[in-house]
């Protein structure tokens, strides 16, 4: 009973930027639970992630696509599901981070940053809601983060786009929780990946960091699976518009 409220067996699953951390280990566990998963890659290659989702017996497909220069969404999931069906599951995962003090922050930090971070999830998700409303259901799972609660430090954009999705997400909800489409965020805390390679490379801050976070230890991408796996699933199917944090308890500080 349990597993059958948990599998994923039958359904596509697309995961922005899934070639590296947090996307790759959620492309690997949404397989391992039975969906076949498409990603999107961009400058990296995603040999490892093929590979891995490869072992878990199910289909895979990758789409090169630039999520932050207008790509074409309706393209992007016109190829999925070309492959493996239409997308049942979407997880809006890519994403950039820009540091640097508030006062010297260019211009391009800003648009960059908020162009993947919150236009790309904007507009990808409008698209594949209209697929998932037309169908009868599905499942938008929105990577937010700790700093769609708190402020940050030296990254502005960040904040402001990573705010914005958990906006977004509730808007989503409101207009689609009865047509049987979820929308929710998963708000990740502080993870060993690229993204916060600065973080960890800067013995104080990371020091610091670790200090308040009550498990003890940084998150590992594969903390992220089982809450992905929870959203997308029917376990969820009266989950709306919600951030589910997994930040090894920094937020119950
Ligand atoms: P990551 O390894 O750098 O992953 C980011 C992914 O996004 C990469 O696969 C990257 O592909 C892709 N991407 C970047 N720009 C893109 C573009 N223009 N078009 C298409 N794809 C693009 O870092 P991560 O930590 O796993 O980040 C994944 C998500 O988690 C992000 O939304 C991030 O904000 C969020 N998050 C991370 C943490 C953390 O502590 N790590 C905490 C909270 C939230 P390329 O490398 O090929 O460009």
């Known amino acids: 009973m349990a597993a059958e409220l948990f599998s994923l067996a039958g359904k596509t699953a697309l995961v922005t ?39 878990t017996g199910r289909r895979y497909h990758e789409v090169q696509c630039d999520l932050g220069s207008q790509a074409d969404v309706q393209a992007l999931l016109d190829a999925v599901a070309a492959e493996l069906g239409p997308v049942d599951i979407l ?18 930090d800003w648009s960059d940053v908020l162009a993947v971070n919150l236009d790309a999830v904007w507009r990808l998700s409008q698209a594949a809601a ?24 030296r990254v502005p954009s960040y904040t402001a786009s990573k705010h914005a999705v958990v ?24 993870i060993e990946t690229a993204n916060t390679a600065a973080l960890r490379q800067d013995e104080q801050r990371s020091r610091q960091i670790m200090e308040r976070i009550p498990a003890g230890r940084w998150g590992r991408p594969s903390d ?17 518009g919600h951030t589910l944090v997994v930040d090894g308890g920094w937020m119950a500080r």
């Open 130 to 153: 209209r697929g998932m409303v037309q169908r009868g259901g599905g499942k938008i799972i929105n990577i937010a983060s700790l700093l769609s609660f708190q402020g940050g430090i």
């Open 167 to 190: 906006g977004l997400t509730k808007a989503f909800a409101n207009e689609l929780s009865s047509k049987c489409v979820n929308v929710n965020c998963i708000a990740p805390g502080y």
């Open 224 to 240: 992220l699976g089982g809450a992905a796996v929870f959203l997308a699933s029917s376990a969820a199917d009266y989950v709306h």
């Open 17 to 55: 930027g899934g070639a590296s951390g947090i996307g790759q280990a959620i492309a690997v566990a949404l397989a391992q639970a039975g969906a076949d998963v498409a990603i999107t890659v961009h400058s990296a290659a995603a040999d490892e992630t093929h590979a891995l989702v490869a072992a």
């Open 91 to 108: 997880v809006n995962n890519a994403g950039i981070i820009r540091r640097a003090d508030l006062v010297e922050f260019g211009e391009e």
